[in-house]
């Protein structure tokens, strides 16, 4: 009769070490094993690594559709870095922060949760247009209290309203890069771009480049 019990309580704790992993660990053991084949980048052909590239979005997808990376690279610490993204979507939020929760150290790799912002001061080209963060403005709709998110219109002295797409686009790219993605889904509430008025009246115009510093006064007066 011991015999059986002690057979049973092994056979119970075979099965007990014999857990399911999660989908984040899933993930991380394949990241893991082909980690150093990703930062093996100057070694690889461009259809080597593009495959290894689709593979990683393939993984990430497995975990959570819509989920998105960038790969960067800082030459002075020689670390790879991943970013884990939700491309703005804000309901993918929980599942990128499971995600990089659960990372796992990864050799030379560091695990970032969301795109982070890149400075104070952005320019980029989009769609045949310069956008530069110095030269372009936002207006508080409702400066009335100091809530948090906040409504923006943002204004150019070129726009043009058949390129309105183009305007918009590139406005949430420098809002992007400014804020990083978390801070401009949870931080605005709505954003409008328009024409800048060539009479300024009692709007306040602030330079895009102050975006940063004005959302966290807002909160720093709340708090």
Known sequence: MKKILIILLSTVGLFGCMRKKSAEEKFWDWFSDHSQKISAVEDLSDTRLQKLLDLLSKHLHDYCE??????????????????????????????????????????????????????????????????????????????????????????????????????????????????????????????????QSDIVGDCKYYSLSMLKNYIDSRKKSVD
């Open 66 to 195: 819509g989920l998105v990376f960038e790969i960067g690279y800082d030459k002075e610490t020689k670390t790879f870095e991943l970013v884990v993204s939700a491309d703005g979507n804000k309901a993918l939020f929980p599942a990128v922060e499971r995600l990089v929760y659960a990372a796992p150290p990864v050799g030379q790799w560091k695990i970032t949760a969301f795109r982070q912002p890149k400075g104070r001061n952005y320019t980029l080209q989009y769609n045949g247009y310069h956008f530069d963060s110095d030269k372009v403005f936002f207006i508080p709709i409702s400066d009335a209290d100091n809530s948090v998110p906040i409504d923006i219109e943002v204004v150019y002295p070129d726009y043009e309203e058949e390129n309105r797409n183009t305007f918009l686009g590139g406005t949430f790219l420098l809002l992007d890069a400014l804020l990083g993605e978390k801070s401009t889904e949870l931080d605005l509430a709505y954003i409008n771009v328009s024409k």
